[in-house]
């Protein structure tokens, strides 16, 4: 049995009424003379609901096992993406609309996670920090960094993001896959 002092982001486990809810974020409180609880932000494995509520600290729950399995993204055809298992070489196909944002950053032959909960493909996750090329953005223009000035750029998956005004087309930045912002220019 799981107990709130063990929860930790990402944690997958059955909640009272017999669902499979992932921990987004969650926060222990207590204040002066009241009893302590832990606030929770939880994302319902089947429906992707994202839902809030809080636990006392003497609750349990049942733990799911969580099977994660290597990946390499393929290719996406219509509205289904193709991922390959690298152990066994098995190509599983994933519905697009399950994947969410994490398809603006898709690139071919990307390597990937794919979280199983008893032997069924649930999700698939991406590497936190994706190196990306700058397919477009305009010049930056020089004495225009007063302040900590960003433009939009366009990535050669077809996202869109804001980045300082040094890059330019051609550079290559790494990319946070959780919150699609930049996170630095690397080397090409």
């Known amino acids: ?14 909640d009272e ?13 207590r204040k002066s003379q009241a009893r302590a609880v832990v606030r929770v932000k939880l994302r319902n ?13 003497e609750d349990k729950f049942k733990e ?33 609309k399950k994947l969410g944002d994490l398809t603006k950053y898709l ?3 990307m390597d990937a996670i ?3 909960i008893n032997d069924k493909l649930f999700n698939v996750e991406l590497p936190i920090k994706v190196p990306l090329k700058i397919a ?3 010049p930056g223009v ?14 050669e998956t077809g996202a869109v993001i804001k980045v300082p005004l040094f890059i330019n087309e051609g550079d290559t930045v790494l990319v946070d896959t959780r919150t699609g912002n930049y996170v630095e220019r690397v080397a090409a």
């Open 1 to 14: 049995m799981l107990s709130t002092t063990e929860f930790r982001e990402g944690l997958i486990f059955e």
């Open 17 to 29: 009424n017999g669902q499979l809810v992932e921990i987004i974020e969650f926060q222990h409180h």
């Open 45 to 57: 494995i089947n429906t992707g609901a994202v839902i809030e509520t809080a636990y006392r600290p």
């Open 64 to 96: 799911v096992e969580v099977e994660k399995r290597p990946f390499q993204y393929l290719y996406t055809n219509g509205d289904m993406a193709t991922f390959m298992n690298t152990e066994t070489y098995d190509q599983v196909e994933v519905e697009v």
């Open 107 to 109: 690139k071919d032959n």
């Open 114 to 116: 794919g979280i199983y």
């Open 136 to 138: 477009s953005t305009v």
């Open 142 to 155: 020089k004495g225009d960094t007063v302040a900590n000035t960003t433009k939009e750029a366009t990535l």
